[in-house]
């Protein structure tokens, strides 16, 4: 079982995906200790923080799909050509 790299299209959908994701996590994490420290969510960056993942996360799962197409043709493509 011989393992196919990622090319360079898969590479940046698996950085972006993984970005994301990483600064929704920082988001949830900061409204909890938002939350906890008793903030006034009503004005400064707080809104667009409270929104972020509520926009990110379903862009993941997006993403992901795609990820998901793209490698599998490209990995059916590779096999038929090999084979």
Do not use: C, K, Q, Y
Not at 44 to 57: C, H
Request: proline share 5%.
């Amino acid at each position: 079982n011989t393992r196919v790299p990622l090319n360079r299209i898969e590479r940046i959908l698996a950085f972006v995906i993984a970005s994301v994701v990483g600064v929704s996590i920082i988001a949830i994490v900061a409204i909890f200790i938002g939350r906890a420290v008793n903030a006034d969510f009503t004005g400064g960056a707080w809104p667009a923080v409270a929104v972020l993942p509520l926009i990110s996360l379903p862009l993941v799962i997006v993403l992901l799909i795609v990820f998901l197409i793209i490698s599998v043709t490209r990995r059916a493509r590779l096999a038929r050509d090999a084979g």
